[in-house]
């Protein structure tokens, strides 16, 4: 079973960066599409990027379109999250997910989709 690790949460001034990275901890060897959500205080959990399993396919929120970049290196389990240009509005909780059924197709938006989940991790911007 995949169990998800997220890293590289912090506090950053607004206009600068952060590279998270998510894990597959137990280095199962699974193939899946991995998706990164992000919830803010008092909002609802939201898509931001999203990345099949060859990563092939890659999907953004339009509210981190051209700023954030999603990347993977299936050789050493991990989905990375580049985040350029950050803005006060990206304070969130960091998650990111995978889905073991999409391997061959376009990533989902819908964290429905989305079996296997990390225990997310905090990112601050100040303005």
């Known amino acids: 079973q995949v169990q998800l690790v997220e890293s590289g949460g912090g506090l950053v001034q607004a206009g600068g960066s952060l590279r998270l990275s998510c894990a597959d901890s137990k280095r199962t060897g699974s193939r899946y599409a991995v998706g990164w959500f992000r919830q803010a205080p008092g909002k609802e959990r939201e898509f931001v990027a999203a990345i099949s399993w060859s990563g092939g396919y890659i999907s953004y929120a339009d509210s981190v379109k051209g700023r954030f970049t999603i990347s993977r290196e299936n050789a050493e389990n991990m989905v990375y999250l580049q985040m350029n240009t950050l803005k006060p509005e990206d304070t969130a909780v960091y998650y990111c997910?995978?889905?073991?059924?999409?391997?061959?197709?376009?990533?989902?938006?819908?964290?429905?989709?989305?079996?296997?989940w990390g225990q997310g991790t905090q990112v601050t911007v100040s303005s």
């Open positions: 997910a995978a889905d073991a059924k999409r391997l061959m197709i376009a990533p989902s938006l819908q964290e429905i989709s989305y079996d296997y």
